[in-house]
C-alpha cells in the first residue's frame, strides 16, 4: 500500500499570498493514499528540510510530493532530503505551486481548486513511481581535440597539463588556424607569430598530446566519457617517421606556381609544400592535385633529393580508430571573400582584398615582406579605404549578426598602414564603432586620435575603376547622408566572419546542433557557453561565433576545465531517467517489433539492435536496446512507437496518463 | 494462371522455397488464401480477378516462421506491403520470393527486391473514380461536418479488429487496444471510445498505408476506414513528398525527420 506525505509550501509569500496552502493540506490528507499532509513557511530551507526527512521515518512514507517551486530550483534539494531519511530519492516528486498557480492566477476559491487539482496528479504519479538507481559508467580519460587553432591548442595544453592524454586532429597540414595568419594583434599589437608559436611548439612537445594533421573526424560513435572515434589521416605522401624537416624537396620541386593558400593566393607555392615557415610539425605535404608525377607519372625529384628516403607516392589515406571520454570542438571560422560582394565588384578587382589578405600584405613573413604593396601592379597605396561591416549586419545579404572582430582589426590595420606608409591616409566607413573590451576602445580611439584614421560613418554602395584608380562611393549618415566618393588606390573589405566549410557535416557527424549560419550551437547561452546539448561534447573558440583571440582563448581554458571536471572521476554518474523497451515472456520477449523507428527518430543515437537468439543461435528476434549511457530521457522515441513499448523511468506511460486521469476523472 | 502454376511448381521441387502463398477455390464459389507446400498441391492454385486479397498479410504470421523461404504469388498490392513491410525491418529479402502480377493479371515472374520497386512505381494504385469522388465529397465538407461525418461513421464500429486483422501494416505482437495498464482505448465500442481507436488506427498507418483497402473490405458493418487512410496518404504525400510501399529504404514521415522538413506548424 502506498503511504503518500504531502508537503505544501509558502515560500514565504509566494504561494501562501495566493493560495490558501492550509486548505490546500487539509484536502490533500483526504487523498487515497495520502497519510500525512502538512503546510510550511519554507519547506526548503534547514527546518523545512528535517520537517520531510521526519515524517519518512515517523509515517513510513513511500512517497513524498512536496508542493512549492519549480522542480527546477529544489527537485535536487528534496530528492536529498528524501535519500537522507531512507528514501530511494526517485519517489520524491514535485508539485509546482508557484510558477504553474500562484505567480500567474489571483487569490480565489479556483486558484485553490488549481493547486488542489496539482497536489493530486502528482500523488497519483508518485504512487506509480520505481525505486531508480543512478546510473554509472566508466570514463575514457582521454580528450579529443578537433581543429588546432589557437582555441584548440590552448584546450589541448591545459588538458594535458592537468595530467590527461589529449589527441588533436587538424585538418590542415599544420596547427596555428587563422591566428598564424595575422600580423600583430589587438589591442596590444603584438606580433602574432611570436605570440603563437610557442604554444605550438609546446603542443607537439608535450608527451601527453598526440598530434595528427591533415586528418579529419571520419565518425564518432558512443556517449559522454566513452566515444569511438574514427580518424582518417590524408595520404601527405610522406613517411613522417623518416622527414626530418630539411626542406631540401620543397626548395627542388619544379612544379613552383601553384596558388599559396596560407598566403590567400597572393603568392606561389611548390607542389609538395610546408605551409608557412614557423609550420607545426615542420612536415611538407604533397598536394597531389598539383604534384607533376601524380598528374603525369613522370618527376620524382623530391624522392631522389630526399636524404632520409622519406617520400612516399604509394602511400593511401590511413583510418584509426581511438577511444576518447570527451571531445572538444575548436574548428574556428571562416571570411566571406570579396567574391561576395557585386556591389564591390564579385572580387575582380585585384586591389579590393579582404582582411586577412590585408594582414598577409602587413606581416614580415608574408608576400611582401611587411610591406604594403597593393596586389595589381606593387605600387604602395597612398589612399587606402576600408569597409567595416562588408556583409555583417546585413539581413538582405542573410548575414544579420555582428562579426564584432571587424571594428578592432580594421583599427588595427589603420594603424599599422599609417605605422608603414607615414604620408598615407587610410578611410573607414563603418556603421558604428564597437568596441567593447579591455583597452579596446582606447586602441580605436587610437587610431583616430594618434594615428589619424578618418573614420566615415556610413554604408559604402558601390565600388569601380577609373583610370586605375577604385572610386568608391558611400554615404556620410552624419552630415546628411551626403554622398561621398574617394579615389582609393586599394580597398579592404572587413567581410563577414562566416562558419568555417564543413562546420555542418562536423555537426551531423558529431550529433551536436548548429544555427541556421552553421556556427555550433551551445547548450544554454549565458549558463553553459562552452556545453553542447550533447553530454561529453564541448566547443571553444570562433566555431561557436565570431571571436576574437582574448574570447577564444577564455573559452578554450573553460572548456580544458570541464573536461578535467569530468575526467577527475573514474566512474560517471548520471540520472536514471532514461528510456526503456519492454521485456515480456518469451515467445514475445518484448513487445517491441523491431520496426526501428526509434532509431531514427532519436537525437542522440542512444537507440542499437538488440538480437534475441533461441539456444542453437538462430535469430528469433530483433528488439530496440537503448544505450543508458547515450539516452537523454528526451522521449521522441515514446512518441513513435505505435506498440507503446518505450517508456521513460519516470515519467512511464503510466505515470504520465495516471496524472491525466486525476485530473479528468476527479 | 498457367505460367504462376509452372513457377511455384518448380520453385518447390527445387526446394528454392518450402510453401508459396497463393489463392484456392473456396466455399460458395469464392476463392481462398491457400498455403502450398508441395508442387502436386499448386494443381490447386487459382488466380483471376477475384484474387484480391492482401496475402501480404500472411507473411507476419506464424505459419511462414520457420519457413527458410516463402514464395507469394504478388499483385501489385502485395509487393508495395512486402516493400513496405522490409522497410519497417520485418520481412527479409532471403526469406522470400516474389511471384509478381501485375495489375491486369499478367504474371511478371520473379522479382527480387530491387525489382520489385521498380515494378511497384509502374502499377497504379487501385483508387476507383468513385473513391476519389467519394474523399472530394469529404474533403468539401467544413471541419466540424467532417468530424462529425466520422463519429457518425465509426459509432457503428463493433470493435471486431478485423480491419486490423486484415491490414498488413497492423503487425505489432501487441497492439495499444490491448493495452490495459495504462487502458489508452476503452474496450467497449460507444461513440466516443470508437472515435479513439480510429484515430489512433490511421495515425499509426498515416505515411505507412499501402492503399490495398483491405480493411474496408474485412468490416462487417462497411465503414470506408480505408478512406481516412488515402486521405492520409494525399496529405503524406501533399507535406513530405513521401509514399509508402514504393522503397525498401523509405523513412516514414511520421518517424523521420530532414533538415528541410516544414516547420510552418509551430507557431
Ligand atoms: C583579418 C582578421 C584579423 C584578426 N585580428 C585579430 C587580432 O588582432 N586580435 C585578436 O584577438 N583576434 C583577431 N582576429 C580573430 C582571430 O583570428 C580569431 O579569434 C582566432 O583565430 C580564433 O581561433 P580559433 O582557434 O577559434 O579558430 P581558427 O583560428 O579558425 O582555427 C581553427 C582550426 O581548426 C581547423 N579545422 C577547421 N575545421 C576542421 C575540421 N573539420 N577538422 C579538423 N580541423 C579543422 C582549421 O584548419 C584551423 O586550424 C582576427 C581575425 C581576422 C579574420
Ligand atoms: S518504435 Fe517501438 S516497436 Fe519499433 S523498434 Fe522502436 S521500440 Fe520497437
Ligand atoms: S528518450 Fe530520447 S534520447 Fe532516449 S532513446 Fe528515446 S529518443 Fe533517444
Ligand atoms: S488500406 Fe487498410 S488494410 Fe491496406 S494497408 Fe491501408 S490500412 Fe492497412
Ligand atoms: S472492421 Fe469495422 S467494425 Fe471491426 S473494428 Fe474495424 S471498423 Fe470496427
Request: hydrophobic share 35%.
Amino acid at each position: 500500500m502506498a503511504r503518500i506525505g504531502v508537503f505544501i509550501c509558502h515560500c514565504g509569500e509566494n504561494i501562501s499570498a495566493t493560495v490558501d496552502c492550509s486548505k490546500v493540506a487539509q484536502v490533500a490528507a483526504t487523498f487515497p493514499g495520502v497519510v500525512h499532509s502538512v503546510d510550511y513557511k519554507y519547506m526548503c530551507s534547514d527546518p523545512g528540510q528535517t520537517l520531510v526527512g521526519n515524517a519518512i521515518k515517523e509515517h513510513n512514507l513511500t512517497g513524498v510530493v512536496v508542493s512549492a517551486c519549480s522542480p527546477r530550483m529544489h527537485e535536487p534539494t528534496f530528492r536529498r532530503a528524501c535519500a537522507e531519511a531512507g528514501l530511494n530519492p526517485y519517489q520524491c516528486e514535485m508539485a509546482n505551486l508557484r510558477e504553474h498557480c500562484s505567480w500567474v492566477h489571483e487569490r480565489n476559491e479556483k486558484t485553490d481548486d488549481k493547486a488542489i487539482d496539482l497536489v493530486r496528479m502528482l500523488v497519483e504519479k508518485v504512487k506509480r513511481n520505481n525505486s531508480l538507481q543512478p546510473i554509472k559508467v566508466p570514463v575514457t580519460k582521454t580528450a579529443l581535440v578537433i581543429g588546432g587553432g589557437v582555441a584548440g591548442i590552448q584546450a589541448a595544453l591545459d588538458i594535458a597539463n592537468a595530467g590527461h592524454k589529449v589527441i588533436m586532429v587538424e585538418r590542415e597540414p599544420s596547427i596555428g588556424g587563422h591566428m598564424s595568419q595575422l600580423s600583430e594583434t589587438f589591442p596590444t599589437l603584438d606580433c602574432s607569430q611570436c605570440i603563437l608559436t610557442p604554444r605550438m611548439v609546446e603542443v607537439a612537445q608535450n608527451p601527453n598530446i598526440k598530434l595528427y594533421t591533415y586528418a579529419e573526424i571520419e565518425s564518432v560513435e558512443g556517449f559522454v566519457g566513452n566515444f569511438t572515434v574514427k580518424i582518417r589521416k590524408k595520404a601527405k605522401s610522406i613517411d613522417e617517421s623518416k622527414c626530418n624537416g630539411c626542406g631540401l624537396c620543397t626548395t627542388k620541386c619544379p612544379n613552383k606556381k601553384n596558388p599559396n593558400e596560407f598566403e590567400l593566393g597572393m603568392a606561389k607555392r611548390p607542389a609538395i609544400y610546408v605551409p608557412f615557415p614557423q609550420a607545426v610539425p615542420n612536415i611538407p605535404v604533397i598536394d597531389k592535385t598539383q604534384c607533376t608525377y601524380y598528374k603525369t607519372g613522370k618527376c620524382k625529384i623530391c624522392e631522389k633529393v630526399c636524404q632520409a628516403n622519406a617520400i612516399q607516392f604509394d602511400q593511401q589515406d590511413e583510418i584509426i580508430e581511438v577511444p576518447v571520454g570527451a571531445i572538444a570542438i575548436c574548428t574556428g571560422f571562416d571570411i566571406k571573400k570579396a567574391d561576395f560582394f557585386p556591389e564591390y565588384g564579385y572580387g575582380k578587382h585585384k586591389d579590393i582584398i579582404d582582411g586577412l589578405q590585408f594582414e598577409r600584405l602587413a606581416s614580415a613573413s608574408g608576400p611582401t615582406a611587411g610591406e604594403i604593396r597593393r596586389p595589381s601592379d606593387g605600387q604602395i597605396p597612398k589612399k587606402i579605404v576600408f569597409v567595416a561591416c562588408a556583409g555583417s549586419r546585413d539581413p538582405a545579404k542573410g548575414i544579420e549578426y555582428c562579426s564584432k572582430i571587424c571594428c578592432m582589426y580594421t583599427a588595427k590595420h589603420a594603424i599599422l598602414y599609417k605605422h608603414k606608409v607615414h604620408d598615407g591616409t587610410a578611410y573607414i566607413f563603418y556603421m558604428d564603432i564597437r568596441a567593447a573590451g579591455k583597452n579596446y576602445d582606447e586602441f580605436t580611439r587610437r587610431a583616430i586620435e594618434e594615428d589619424d584614421a578618418k573614420y566615415i560613418r556610413g554604408r559604402v554602395s558601390k565600388i569601380y575603376e577609373r583610370d586605375g584608380k577604385l572610386i568608391v562611393v558611400g554615404a556620410d549618415t552624419l552630415m546628411g547622408a551626403q554622398t561621398v566618393e574617394i579615389e582609393a588606390d586599394m580597398v579592404v573589405l572587413a567581410t563577414a566572419g562566416v562558419a568555417n566549410q564543413g562546420a555542418e557535416k562536423l555537426a551531423q557527424i558529431l550529433h551536436v546542433s548548429y544555427d541556421q549560419h552553421k556556427f555550433f550551437s551551445e547548450a544554454h547561452p549565458k549558463l553553459k557557453p562552452v556545453e553542447t546539448n550533447t553530454a561529453g561534447i564541448y566547443l571553444a573558440g570562433a566555431c561557436q561565433s565570431p571571436k576574437d583571440i582574448p574570447e577564444s582563448v577564455a573559452a578554450a581554458s573553460g572548456v580544458a576545465g570541464k573536461i578535467s571536471c569530468l575526467f577527475s572521476n573514474s566512474e560517471l554518474t548520471r540520472e536514471p531517467l532514461i528510456a526503456v523497451v519492454d521485456r515480456t515472456a518469451p515467445p514475445q520477449y518484448s513487445s517491441c517489433t523491431g520496426c526501428f523507428m526509434c532509431q531514427s527518430v532519436c537525437p542522440y543515437n542512444a537507440i542499437e539492435r538488440e538480437e534475441i537468439n533461441d539456444r542453437n543461435g538462430n535469430l528469433v528476434k530483433q528488439l530496440a536496446f537503448i544505450n543508458p549511457g547515450l539516452c537523454q530521457g528526451c522521449g521522441t522515441c515514446v512518441a513513435v512507437c505505435k506498440s507503446k513499448s518505450i517508456d521513460i523511468e519516470g515519467y512511464t506511460n503510466l505515470q504520465m496518463y495516471s496524472e491525466v486521469d486525476a485530473l479528468l476523472n476527479f | 494462371m498457367e505460367e504462376i502454376k509452372k513457377i511455384a511448381k518448380q520453385l518447390l521441387s527445387e526446394n528454392k522455397i518450402q510453401m508459396v502463398i497463393g489463392f484456392e477455390k473456396g466455399t460458395a464459389n469464392k476463392v481462398r488464401p491457400a498455403f502450398f507446400k508441395n508442387a502436386d498441391d499448386v494443381e490447386k492454385l487459382i488466380y483471376n480477378d477475384t484474387c484480391i486479397h492482401n496475402l501480404a498479410l500472411y507473411l507476419k504470421k506464424d505459419i511462414c516462421h520457420h519457413i527458410a523461404n516463402v514464395g507469394i504469388i504478388a499483385n501489385p498490392n502485395v509487393v508495395r506491403s512486402i516493400i513496405q513491410l522490409a522497410s519497417e525491418n520485418q520481412v527479409k529479402e532471403e526469406k522470400i520470393t516474389i511471384i509478381g502480377i501485375s495489375y491486369e493479371g499478367k504474371c511478371v515472374g520473379i522479382l527480387d527486391f530491387k525489382a520489385a520497386e521498380e515494378f511497384a512505381k509502374t502499377q497504379p494504385k487501385g483508387l476507383k473514380p468513385e473513391d476519389r469522388a467519394f474523399i472530394e465529397k469529404i474533403q468539401a465538407m467544413p471541419l466540424e461536418e467532417r468530424f462529425n461525418y466520422w463519429v457518425e461513421t465509426f459509432s457503428t464500429c463493433v470493435k471486431c479488429y478485423a480491419c486490423r486483422a486484415s491490414c498488413p501494416m497492423c503487425y505489432c505482437g501487441k497492439c495499444n487496444v490491448e493495452t490495459n495498464n495504462p487502458q489508452w482505448i476503452p474496450v467497449a465500442s460507444h461513440k466516443y471510445g470508437n472515435m479513439e481507436w480510429h484515430i489512433m488506427r490511421a495515425m499509426h498507418l498515416a505515411g505507412r498505408c499501402i492503399n490495398c483497402g483491405e480493411c474496408t473490405r474485412a468490416c462487417p458493418v462497411d465503414i470506408p476506414l480505408n478512406m481516412l487512410s488515402y486521405m492520409l496518404t494525399d496529405f503524406v504525400m501533399d507535406e513530405f513528398h513521401t509514399e509508402a510501399g514504393l522503397s525498401t529504404t523509405y523513412a516514414p514521415a511520421l518517424s523521420s525527420y530532414t533538415n528541410v522538413d516544414k516547420e510552418n506548424f509551430i507557431k
